[in-house]
């Protein structure tokens, strides 16, 4: 298998990146990305990646295709089962096997997410532990478990939703999955955007997105801090309920909302540890270590798996 190399895709709300995997020693290349223009509707999403992955695969020897892709994902079959608002029409789009018509080539895709949180527990901050509780927290909120280096999907492939937890503090917020009342409403980056907006005065400006927030919050407006601290400290809770039901070894975050500052993460440990069971509450959690790449890497490594 030496010198073989597998496509391996990132699927998300924002972008697609891409980039190649030498198969056997699980080394992602340089990445590629286009955007995913995902309000086009899912139907001309998927025309573009397929376009994209015949031009990336001509005149190229590759073993095949893996994919980490936004939504519920069937991974025996590569259909997207079911997804939130975020991309139009993405429910339903049979991807593996048009990708593996329009390639001849073996297509495994599952969750971004799953993908994200089995890249960092194979080869980034959860290496080496028993059982990793992986959570996102960038324009949504996702995640998933990884028990002994194999990511548990769920009976209806749903498992690691952690952005649907809910919490008193989002009561009436909506959230991308329809509902209200759920983390991800005020601890994403979007969600804690419209949480400040919804409660600004007068006096505070609106903001389109967490950058603008968290600037807003050090240049010292006191609702825009009191917002980022109260949502991290709810973040914290959320992972502690988390802990008390999987007692996992280690909690892994990614996603832009870690990038906070200090501030943020001392209120995310100080939920934690206020809700967290004592057996628990030293379970270490840590700042994933791949960035962008987790999900590529994710993905060769259940492709990987899939054809051994």
């Not at 699980?26 to 376009?51: F, Y």
């Not at 495994?108 to 194979?122: F, P, R, S, T």
Request: aromatic share 6%; glycine share 14%.
């Amino acid at each position: 298998m030496a010198g073989a190399e597998i496509l391996t895709i990132d699927i998300g709300g924002t972008k697609v990146g891409w980039a190649f995997a030498d198969a056997e020693h699980l080394c992602v290349g340089e990445s590629q990305s286009m955007k995913t223009l995902a309000r086009a509707g899912g139907a001309d999403v998927a025309r573009r990646i397929r376009d994209m992955v015949v031009d990336a695969c001509a005149n190229r020897s590759l073993l095949g295709i893996g994919i980490a892709s936004a939504g519920v994902v069937d991974p025996a079959t590569g259909a997207i089962v079911s997804a939130t608002n975020t991309m139009p029409g993405w429910a339903g789009t049979r991807l593996g096997e048009m990708l593996s018509q329009a390639t001849g080539l073996p297509v495994h895709v599952i969750n971004d997410v799953h993908a994200h949180g089995l890249g960092e527990a194979v080869m980034g901050a959860g290496k080496g532990a028993t059982s990793v509780v992986s959570m996102a927290l960038g324009t949504g909120i996702g995640g998933a478990l990884i028990r002994d280096g194999q990511i548990d999907f769920g009976d209806h492939f749903l498992s690691g939703h952690y952005g649907h937890i809910h919490h008193h503090l989002a009561e009436g917020m909506p959230c991308s999955c329809g509902r209200t009342g759920h983390i991800e409403a005020i601890a994403s980056g979007h969600g804690i955007t419209n949480w400040y907006n919804s409660r600004r005065g007068a006096a505070d400006p609106e903001v389109a997105n967490g950058k603008e927030l968290q600037d807003l919050a050090e240049s010292g407006n006191e609702l825009a801090r009191a917002v980022f601290n109260e949502s991290a400290y709810a973040t914290g809770e959320s992972l502690a309920t988390l802990a008390n039901c999987i007692d996992p070894s280690v909690i892994v975050l990614s996603g832009s909302m870690t990038r906070s500052g200090e501030e943020w993460w001392q209120n995310v440990y100080a939920g934690f540890v206020a809700r967290a069971m004592d057996p628990v509450a030293t379970v270490p959690i840590k700042l994933g270590e791949l960035g962008s790449a987790a999900p590529l890497y994710g993905a060769a490594i259940n492709f990987m798996r899939k054809e051994v």
